[in-house]
């Protein structure tokens, strides 16, 4: 649907050359909502605006539904831009329209018969949940509505694609719980192809099949949503996830449980099915030994489970060695050191 | 020597009637061609929908070059060209030239502020659904910035019956050529007052005028 090829965007400030995207290579497939996530100035905007060439690349390619979008001319490339819904941190809407006005706009520029519009717009509304709203001014409305209209607007002219600029960065987190599920709706429902970008892991983990992070312009991690999740390899996406997923507590707490003569802590993941089944409880019996869960969370993550434990165990030292050596044949298991510092 | 009011009243009102032209005539004017190049300057401007450096250069000098003379001696200094346009130097018409060309560069100023002012976002959101330039100029940006607008053309306005004033004294005809014939030369000021009482009330017409329409626009 969308290819990045070795796509790279290059700056040029007064003698200072930046590269705001480095060689990046991403494949963002038909029907999924992929995130971009990264820190502020990773790059992420850049990219995202190489799609619907808001931002040229000056090096490599961006295919979009097969077609290297640099070889379109102006007047295809307003076309092709009809095809890709867009949505911003700030709304971007016409302070001088109503809302009915603001969703109708694009599908005035697309030259759709009047009638037709207003059938449209009425349904959009619909869709989103803003009947009522058709005649206000956007002032008039709260963060989350606007985003609602925002949405309506980039939907109007049947897009394929939707990319959303850090869409729920200005909203509070009742809001961003509705909107992302607004977008969720949209791609379920209409089976649009979402692309979007943040820098809050939590709107990763709620609505994204696949994520790619960035750091200083280049991908640094691709893949599912609940490998990135479930073992994230590069130093960054550890520290989105450890934003999200408190995965230890803190050492002072850690310290005093060692202090009162707690036991070894040990790490156990469940992924998916594993975390449906009775395993630590079954193993333990079997062994004679209790355990106790110290810390942790067990959360959905693509409609999978997936639970990050702390754990200790009481009983023979020998019994204890079983259960684990049992427990890796499952689970993930690990003993949790507690540093010094 | 006293002034015969009995004749004096129609010259009053013949006087106003010039001044008024004098205004609406530059405001239309000037607008049309003060909005084009206030238009112009904030497309080619640096990073924008239809940027080019030397086109705003240009511009952007002729206006610095224009806007700081005095409209008076604008107006005498210009006044081989009025001829040549307007065939003579006197009279309301050859007032209006020098006053739309002066209010259209001021208006220039303006209309590119009140452009600057737009969220840039709005302009970028109008980019990613498919408008051309010159759709984005007519469907975004003049409706966008519609409310300012207005309230700088009053603005505008008002200068402009400033202007008329000035103009009159060189012949332009006018509440100023009265002011400065009856109250100025002939040492009246009864006339004086009237032609002031009136020019105060056409700026506080305009004014309102301005403020209720910008108003409506702006719903605020």
Request: proline content about 3%; overall charge neutral.
């Amino acid at each position: 649907m969308i290819e990045f090829k070795q796509a790279a965007k290059t700056f040029r400030l007064g003698n200072r050359e930046v590269q705001a995207v480095k060689e990046v290579s991403l494949s963002i497939a038909q029907g999924e909502i992929f995130g971009i996530i990264g820190f502020s100035g990773a790059g992420k905007s850049t990219l995202l605006r190489l799609v619907n060439m808001l931002e040229q690349p000056t090096a490599g390619s961006v295919q979009v539904q097969g077609v290297d979008i640099a070889t379109l001319s102006q007047k295809d490339l307003r076309k092709l831009r009809r095809r890709i819904g867009m949505i911003f941190q700030n709304f971007n809407l016409f302070t001088s329209r109503t809302v009915a006005g603001n969703v109708a706009y694009p599908l005035k520029l697309a030259g759709t018969p009047k009638r037709e519009i207003s059938e449209r717009v009425e349904e959009l509304l619909r869709f989103v949940g803003l009947s009522d709203k058709a005649n206000d001014y956007p002032e008039q409305l709260s963060g989350g509505q606007k985003q609602r209209v925002g949405i309506a607007r980039a939907l109007a002219t049947s897009p394929d694609i939707l990319i959303c600029d850090e869409a729920t960065s200005a909203l509070d987190p009742d809001t961003t719980g509705e909107i992302l599920r607004l977008l969720k709706k949209v791609n379920k429902e209409l089976g649009i192809t979402i692309l979007l970008i943040t820098h809050e892991m939590h709107v990763i983990q709620a609505i994204c099949d696949r994520v790619a992070v960035m750091e200083e312009g280049a991908v640094i991690e691709t893949g599912s949503v609940f490998d990135t999740f479930s073992n994230p390899q590069h130093p960054t996406t550890q520290r989105f996830i450890q934003s999200v997923q408190q995965d230890r507590p803190s050492n002072t707490l850690l310290k005093e449980w060692r202090a009162k003569g707690g036991q070894k802590l040990y790490r156990v993941i469940f992924k998916g099915e594993v975390a449906s089944d009775p395993i630590l409880s079954s193993i333990t019996q079997k062994f004679g030994i209790h355990f106790n869960i110290v810390y942790g969370s067990i959360r959905e993550l693509q409609e999978k489970f997936f639970g990050n434990l702390l754990v200790s165990f009481e009983g023979e030292v020998q019994a204890i060695e079983l259960v684990i050596a049992e427990l890796k044949r499952t689970v993930e298991i690990e003993e949790v050191e507690i540093h010094e510092s | 020597m006293r002034v015969d009011w009995n004749t004096f009243w129609p010259r009053i009102v013949e006087s106003t009637g010039e001044t008024i032209l004098m205004v609406i005539a530059t405001l239309i004017f000037g607008s049309i061609l003060g909005i084009s190049i206030g238009l112009l300057l904030y497309v080619t401007r640096k990073g924008n929908i239809l940027e080019n450096q030397l086109l705003f250069q240009i511009l952007n000098i002729l206006i610095n070059i224009v806007r700081p003379i005095p409209f008076i001696i604008f107006l005498v200094a210009i006044s081989p060209l009025t001829r040549a346009i307007i065939g003579t130097t006197i009279g309301t018409w050859a007032a209006i030239f020098p006053m739309t060309i002066a209010a259209s560069f001021g208006i220039a100023r303006i209309v590119e502020n009140n452009l600057l002012s737009i969220d840039p976002g709005v302009v970028e959101a109008a980019k990613a659904m498919g408008a051309s330039p010159f759709q984005i100029i007519f469907t975004v940006l003049i409706p966008e910035a519609l409310g300012p607008l207005i309230l700088g053309l009053t603005f505008v306005t008002i200068s402009l019956i400033d202007f008329s004033a000035m103009a009159g004294t060189v012949g332009g005809g006018g509440l100023g050529h009265v002011a400065m014939t009856y109250g100025y030369q002939r040492f009246d000021g009864s006339v004086m007052l009237v032609t002031v009482v009136i020019l105060i009330i056409l700026v506080q017409f305009a004014q309102w005028l301005g403020n209720t329409l910008s108003r409506k626009i702006m719903r605020r």
